[in-house]
Nanobody
């Protein structure tokens, strides 16, 4: 069972930046993808970015050019650098692990960290 712990959320003004971290335990080097998802009040959860162990990344169109997902394999940690934040980025952000072939292909979830962007 992979355990995921997110950190780095907070409140920021529009145009600002935040960096989220997700520490994964029992990380399967060979077979796992780590991803970031978000869910705003009254909306469905959506995939934001995911990264495979060999470095391939996938982004949602809404965050391309503003968010960057990266990983530190020595620390079993994945990061989400969020720049040029907009009020519509306000949501609870979750880290997830799984095979990652699609946005639905994730089986382990963290507790989430809140990101609030004010205008």
């Amino acid at each position: 069972q992979v355990q995921l712990v997110e950190s780095g959320g907070g409140s920021v003004q529009a145009g600002g930046s935040l960096r989220l971290s997700c520490a994964a335990s029992a990380y399967s080097y060979a077979s796992y993808c780590l991803g970031w998802f978000r869910q705003a009040p009254g909306k469905e959860r959506e995939g934001v970015a995911r990264i495979f162990r060999y470095g391939y990344t996938v982004y949602a169109d809404s965050v391309k050019g503003r968010f960057t997902i990266s990983q530190d394999n020595t620390k079993n940690t994945v990061y989400l650098q969020m720049n040029s934040l907009k009020p519509e980025d306000t949501a609870m952000y979750y880290c997830a692990a799984g095979a990652g072939r699609t946005w639905l292909d994730f089986t382990n979830w963290g507790q989430g960290t809140q990101v609030t962007v004010s205008s």
